[in-house]
């Protein structure tokens, strides 16, 4: 046991080095992935013409602490560039490797995903408090220390269910050359019913009953749902028994379409 | 000139022969941008079925300054936008060298080698959402009124060129920009948003140094609020001064390009 999880924590200080080779790169996408979030203030101001106003029960400061908060967790638990290097190194034949070796490709990326998401959040933990510092008298923080337990616990299984989608995902790269567009028309769906664009109840209540039976609330909504407070406490363990079953039902369809892959895949390359 | 039209018009076919090997690729890209469209047309529906304006728009002129955004991005990445995103990578590699050793302007091979075709398909479906948006608003443009509001698309779309060439030119100096052309996406973000919304300084950043609130909200606002005049065309000249600022930093940055290949 001890020896597996080393290996993997050896996977993971290679990912760690390979973000530093790029860090301009890094950087400057760290840099531009703040200009949304300005565009977002200005347009959510518009809207709030009125500071009293309230826009489906939110009001101006509660609609600015969710998507201060969106950045915080997309800091913390998005996949970047994963999906498409999984596909990579499917097409360019380097699995190739992992098939020939007592390493567990699932284990291998979801030990790379972490150690991206630590550099990610390391570097981004500075502009993004020095964000929330400036806009501090926008925000709405948690009063009770048990909410910031449960938003953590939503935070951690978030991150898990964007990585195992993410893997699914790029492991259509077994029968698609390119999977840039089908990943690009998932994402556009992620954002609109994952509660990136704004918050899942401003849709009509029929459609968001709909819409929390699916994945995409539970990568972002549900935990910052749970960190703004306004999931009533009786529907909270029923989020949690809906993110963790969605977890496991992509761990399980990974493997599945992993051993389905490997029997139609054609290693290339040395 | 003339031989530059005709060399356009030959990499047209090319890319048209290409994109015609991969049909079923070359649809599913026109979905994804078609997704991303409706996207933002579900964020203004949802927002207006709780207010009756944003920044003094309303919102069926919303929707004429969001199908506006699109068709100017469309238009931009018809032309320009795949050629851009390709420009870290030829550094990296050193394939720019092939482009650099053909007989023709590098700055015009390096922006119009391949055509984006699907962008023609996305444009015309923006320019649906704007014919509907314009029939809602009951306008009644005139000719000098739609030729002003082409001329300021094709405007908006060289402000896009014009910047992303600048900010992919610095892949120059930085090995992997990768970062950078996907930074660009998100400016695509501010200028769907009505430039009154912005205030002080922001407003003026995003208007002259990054000029985002330029491209899509005064062509829009010549159709849907009789923008006219000296307000509008002034924009042309900032255009200008961009593209020819551009041309100088894309030369300048050349210099300072060393073939990676062995």
Excluded at chain 2, 112 to 131: C, E, M, S, Y
Excluded at chain 2, 144 to 172: E, W
Aim: charged letters at 10%; a positive charge; proline letters at 4%.
């Amino acid at each position: 046991m001890a020896s597996t999880l080393s290996k993997y924590r050896y996977v993971a200080a290679i990912g760690l080095q390979n973000t530093f080779v790029y860090r301009w790169n890094f950087l400057l996408r760290v840099l531009f992935g703040c200009i949304p979030l300005m565009g977002t203030f200005y347009l959510w101001r518009a809207i709030f013409r009125d500071p009293s106003a309230r826009v489906g029960g939110y009001v101006f400061e509660g609609m600015i602490s969710y998507f201060l908060g969106l950045i915080l967790l997309d800091s913390l638990t998005s996949p970047t560039e994963d999906d498409f290097q999984i596909a990579a190194e499917i097409r360019g034949g380097l699995i190739n490797q992992f098939l020939l070796k007592p390493v567990d490709y699932l284990a291998y990326r979801f030990s790379l995903f972490w150690s991206y998401r630590f550099i990610y959040t390391t570097t981004t933990i500075l502009p993004v408090f020095a964000i929330l510092f400036v806009m501090n008298h926008y925000l709405i923080w948690p009063v009770s220390f048990t909410v910031w337990i449960w938003a953590m616990l939503a935070t951690l299984l978030s991150a898990t269910l964007q990585f195992l989608m993410a893997y699914c995902s790029a492991l259509m790269a077994f029968w698609v050359l390119d999977v840039s567009a089908p990943i690009f028309i998932i994402f556009s769906i992620e954002h609109l019913v994952g509660g990136h664009m704004f918050p899942l109840d401003l849709f009509p209540s029929a459609l968001y009953q709909w819409i929390m039976l699916t994945p995409f609330p539970y990568e972002y909504w549900f935990p910052l749902s749970v960190f703004l407070e306004r999931v009533p406490q009786d529907q909270l363990a029923s989020g949690f028994v809906m993110q963790i079953f969605w977890c496991l039902f992509f761990w399980g369809l990974a493997r599945w379409i992993w051993s389905r892959g490997i029997r139609h895949y054609t290693a290339v390359g040395g | 000139m003339f031989r530059y039209l005709k060399l356009a018009l030959a990499l047209f076919r090319y890319s048209l022969m290409r994109e015609m090997m991969f049909k079923i690729n070359f649809l599913l890209w026109i979905v994804v941008d078609l997704a991303w469209f409706a996207v933002q047309l579900a964020l203004i529906e949802v927002v207006y079925a709780h207010v009756p304006e944003v920044a003094g728009w309303r919102k069926y002129e919303m929707i004429l300054l969001i199908g506006t955004s699109q068709l100017v991005q469309q238009t931009f990445q018809f032309l320009f936008m795949v050629n851009c995103i390709e420009l870290p990578e030829n550094v990296r590699t050193g394939n720019l060298d092939f482009i650099l050793l053909q007989p023709a302007n590098s700055q015009f091979l390096v922006s119009i080698r391949k055509f984006d075709l699907g962008a023609l398909i996305n444009g015309t479906v923006a320019l649906g959402i704007i014919v509907y948006a314009g029939w809602k608003l009951n306008l009644h443009p005139g000719m000098a009124q739609l030729a002003l509001f082409a001329g300021l698309v094709f405007n908006g779309a060289s402000i896009h060129y014009a910047l992303m060439l600048a900010i992919v030119t610095l892949s120059f100096w930085i090995v992997r920009a990768q970062g950078l052309v996907y930074g660009y996406y998100n400016l695509f973000q501010i200028a769907r948003i009505p430039r009154e919304a912005f205030r002080g300084g922001v407003k003026i950043f995003f208007t002259f140094g990054l000029p985002m609130l330029v491209v899509a909200n005064y062509p829009a606002a010549v159709l849907a609020r009789g923008l006219w005049g000296w307000n509008a065309v002034w924009v042309f000249g900032l255009a200008g001064i961009l593209l020819a600022l551009t041309s100088l930093w894309f030369r300048f940055g050349l210099r300072f390009y060393t073939s990676a290949s062995s």
